[in-house]
Antibody, heavy 119, light 107 residues
Framework: QVQLQESGPGLVKPSQTLSLTCTVSGGSISSGTYSWSWIRQPAGKGLEWIGRIYTSGSTNYNPTLKSRVTISVDTSKNQFSLNLSSVTAADTAVYYC???????????WGQGTLVTVSS | SSELTQDPAVSVALGQTVRITCQGDRLRNYYPSWYQQKPGQAPVLVISGKNNRPSGIPDRFSGSSSGNTASLTITGAQAEDEADYYCNSRDSSGNYVFGTGTQVTVL
């Protein structure tokens, strides 16, 4: 059974960079033809796809966030990471990582981690 | 439009059928996936592709699509189906967008 777990600071100051890591267990991040996505959800609002990475290193990003987002992968640690720069209060949200089968099919999700942007 | 639009809320009597719709131009070319989210929990995939249910998802959940509109149908809704439901789909660049979400209340 594949499991994903997000980790990282729960509080980030405005203008700084939000950094989160997703650790995959129960299977190799490199196996299969999956990619690995990040999604976020502000309190009381809907889901927003941030971007994805393939284990080859290829990425796709939400056009609205593309200038601030970097997603990377470390196959030796079975992890992938999210960096979001120049954060503001609008970036406060629960951040989820998920396994991506393609065509919108996100079949395993982490439990989510709340990141608050505040001074 | 690149957006996916859903009705904000629907209600259904226990044991009855409810249809949740998702509208958007990208649905003309790509099937959506559907997710169920209960308060304080991560979303759970319930339908993907033409009408595929992951293991463990009850067969009362089904999906369909026509033109720019996709539907998730719950046939014989149960109390545990009360949740928010989101569609999502890709575009030609492989980018995803989620629908606006529908809150389902089981009466």
């Amino acid at each position: 059974q594949v499991q994903l777990q997000e980790s990282g600071p729960g509080l980030v100051k405005p203008s700084q960079t939000l950094s989160l890591t997703c650790t995959v267990s129960g299977g190799s991040i490199s196996s299969g033809t999956y990619s690995w996505s990040w999604i976020r959800q502000p309190a009381g609002k809907g889901l927003e796809w941030i971007g994805r990475i393939y284990t080859s290193g290829s990425t796709n990003y939400n056009p609205t966030l593309k200038s601030r987002v970097t997603i990377s992968v470390d196959t030796s640690k079975n992890q992938f990471s999210l960096n979001l720069s120049s954060v503001t209060a609008a970036d406060t949200a629960v951040y989820y990582c998920a396994r991506d089968h393609g065509s919108g099919r996100l079949d395993y999700w982490g439990q989510g981690t709340l990141v608050t942007v505040s001074s | 439009s690149s957006e996916l639009t859903q009705d904000p809320a629907v209600s259904v009597a226990l044991g009855q059928t409810v249809r949740i719709t998702c509208q958007g131009d990208r649905l003309r070319n790509y099937y959506p996936s559907w997710y169920q989210q209960k308060p304080g929990q991560a979303p759970v995939l319930v339908i993907s592709g033409k009408n595929n249910r992951p293991s463990g998802i009850p067969d009362r959940f089904s999906g369909s699509s026509s033109g720019n509109t996709a539907s998730l149908t719950i046939t014989g809704a149960q109390a545990e189906d009360e949740a928010d439901y989101y569609c999502n789909s890709r575009d030609s660049s492989g980018n995803y967008v989620f629908g606006t979400g529908t809150q389902v209340t089981v009466l």
